[in-house]
């Protein structure tokens, strides 16, 4: 099994990033996806879930900026973040809640 995160990088202030996560190995239709994310020095902590009727839950700090999505035919998950602001630098992950974990991208938010 393998989780392929990407799409992080450095951006600007009030930028725009879209990460990715292309699941391999898995039954990718039936599992609840969601990503977390590291700041340094900070706990993880969730960003956004999906489940597999394509119910999402975002965090309440980032709802309207971020969006989560999945394309279940490409077994891919994806994290649209706008406005992005220099606290959301941190390293993202993708999951699927259990304790298979992508290997992170780096997003990186200069002010």
């Known amino acids: 099994v393998q989780l392929q995160a990407s799409g992080g990088g450095v951006v600007q202030a009030g930028g725009s990033l879209s990460l990715s996560c292309r699941a391999s190995?898995?039954?990718?239709?039936?599992?609840?996806w969601a990503w977390f994310r590291q700041a340094p020095g900070k706990e993880r902590e969730l960003v956004a879930s999906?489940?597999?009727?394509?119910?999402?839950f975002h965090a309440d700090s980032l709802r309207g900026r971020f969006a989560i999505s999945r394309d279940n035919d490409m077994a891919t998950l994806y994290l649209g973040m706008t406005d992005l602001k220099p606290d959301d630098t941190a390293v993202y992950y993708c999951t699927n809640l259990g304790d298979d974990w992508g290997q992170g991208t780096q997003v990186t938010v200069s002010s």
């Open positions: 190995g898995f039954i990718f239709t039936a599992d609840t």
């Open positions: 999906i489940t597999p009727t394509f119910h999402t």
